[in-house]
């Protein structure tokens, strides 16, 4: 079963605007990830963020991380076309073998 | 150009044949994982392995077999069992054994039965 949801499963937005991504999860987690996939490729991870932090920056990236709420948000700023993608966010459980993926957010940035 | 490279990029199959995926990573990654990814879908894992001569079922090895002789490769088999095998197949590596540690992927391998 899929343990990270993430919601909108499809945003539209002009170059230029922030993009958020959010999503949740139902069980403790040691960490949670976000991926990109472009399509018909591999993914990319871009970052990871652990249970014990609450707030994670990359370049135009931001993540925060509420264990509260089991929910987790991405935020891009300053769009760019090539920021089109797919975004997965995949949860590591506690105790947990393995990395479990949601099935994601696609993005569009309109030039 | 250190990476993960999997081949083919896209396979057919006649229904009732085996067919092999390819997987290597020159990273010096301990770990590797396979992936089916369906339309519209997350990744969920077939296989994986933290150490060579060792692997481990995911949620969805049926139909699925593996092999890790050597620590460069993880090579996937797709056998007649699988019964909707057409898919986009990911494999990935990690450098820990730690399996929810960062995983790197490859650019993936479509596999359409015909």
């Known amino acids: 079963s899929q343990q990270g949801e993430e919601d909108p499963q499809a945003l539209s937005i002009q170059e230029g605007e922030n993009a958020t991504m959010n999503c949740s999860y139902k069980?403790?987690?040691?960490?949670l990830q976000w991926y990109r996939q472009n399509s018909g490729r591999g993914l990319v991870h871009l970052i990871l963020i652990r249970s014990n932090e609450r707030e994670k920056h990359s370049g135009r990236l931001r993540v925060t991380l509420d264990t509260s709420k089991k929910s987790s948000s991405l935020l891009i700023t300053a769009s760019r076309a090539a920021d089109t993608a797919s975004y997965f966010c995949?949860?590591?459980?506690?105790?947990?073998?393995?990395?479990?993926f949601g099935k994601g957010t696609k993005l569009t940035v309109n030039p | 150009d250190g990476g993960i490279t999997q081949s083919p990029k896209y396979l057919f199959r006649k229904e009732g044949q085996n067919v092999t995926l390819s997987c290597e990573q020159n990273l010096n990654h301990d770990a590797m994982y396979w992936y089916r990814q369906d339309p519209g879908q997350g990744l969920r894992l077939i296989y994986y392995?933290?150490?060579?001569?060792?692997?481990q079922k995911g949620d969805i090895a049926e139909g699925y077999s593996v092999s890790r002789e050597k620590k460069e490769s993880f090579p996937l088999t797709v056998t007649s069992a699988q019964k909707n095998p057409t898919a986009f197949y990911l494999c990935?590596?990690?450098?820990?054994?730690?399996?929810?540690?960062?995983?790197?992927f490859g650019p993936g391998t479509r596999l359409t039965v015909l």
């Open positions: 392995s933290q150490i060579v001569n060792d692997f």
């Open positions: 995949a949860t590591g459980e506690g105790g947990s073998e393995k990395l479990v």
């Open positions: 990935a590596s990690s450098t820990s054994q730690e399996i929810t540690d960062t995983q790197y």
């Open positions: 069980t403790s987690i040691n960490n």
